[in-house]
């Protein structure tokens, strides 16, 4: 009998060790496309922000921090 539970619990580790294996590989593979999605959107949102509102010899980042502190201002 002891070795049936010997037995079993081999089983139980190798199978959990595939599905922790299967885990790590999804949640890896979901930040990469998370990390992808979010790098592409920065960077229409700096084109965005470069094409329609700096000001002259303003950096995208000059512009978005103006245009974050005029939006904070506003609801005052």
Avoid: P, Q
């Amino acid at each position: 009998m002891s070795k049936l539970v010997e037995m079993n619990e081999k089983i139980a580790d190798a199978v959990v060790g595939g599905y922790k294996k299967i885990e790590k590989g999804v949640v890896d593979g979901y930040k990469k496309i998370e990390n992808g999605v979010v790098d592409g959107f920065e960077k229409v949102s700096d084109k965005f922000v470069e094409k329609l509102f700096t000001r002259e010899g303003e950096t995208v980042e000059e512009a978005k921090n103006r245009m974050a502190e005029n939006a904070k201002n506003a609801g005052k």
